[in-house]
């Protein structure tokens, strides 16, 4: 359809063989108006491209990541930031692997395998305890 579009030197199959996978698109902390393409209960908290990218590596998959940012990421963050792009097809439009026939098999593969992360299953400790005992403090600020 776009002639002029630019391609990645990796993207040799053409724009259609690769698919954008923006960290968003898995995100359960956001809401389908803010970008969410997966139900929230499949979905995973704060991912980063680093971890999609490890998940579609080990999974044999053609990753690349790409410093760009959601239209929709109001958050300029270098944590929220990068576009994961994916080889779906190759370039006489077969499959890669099977078991991923479309973007949205990729982003539930990628949702269910990111909470098996070790960097994940290691920091199993939430900071919202603290974050609660700080607005507490704030507030005790206020009626002195």
């Given at each position: 359809a776009y002639s002029t579009a630019q391609r990645h030197p990796?993207?040799?199959a053409g724009?259609?063989?690769?698919?954008c996978l923006y960290p968003v698109y898995?995100?359960?902390k956001k809401t389908l108006a803010e970008g969410r393409r997966i139900p929230a209960q499949k979905a995973v908290e704060n991912p980063s491209c680093g971890e999609?990218?490890?998940v579609l590596s080990a999974a044999g998959m053609n990753v690349y990541v790409e410093n760009k940012?959601?239209?929709r990421e109001w958050n300029r963050d270098v944590q929220f930031r990068g576009r994961v792009r994916v080889q779906l097809k190759q370039a006489d439009g077969s499959l890669c692997q099977d078991k991923f026939k479309s973007r949205k098999e990729v982003m539930v593969y990628v949702a269910e395998m990111?909470?098996?992360?070790k960097t994940r299953t290691?920091?199993?400790g939430g900071g919202d305890p603290g974050s609660?005992?700080?607005?507490?403090?704030k507030k005790k600020k206020k009626k002195k």
């Open positions: 990796a993207d040799t724009t259609t063989a690769f698919v898995i995100n359960s999609i990218r490890d940012m959601h239209p990111i909470p098996k992360l290691q920091k199993s609660q005992q700080g607005e507490g403090g």
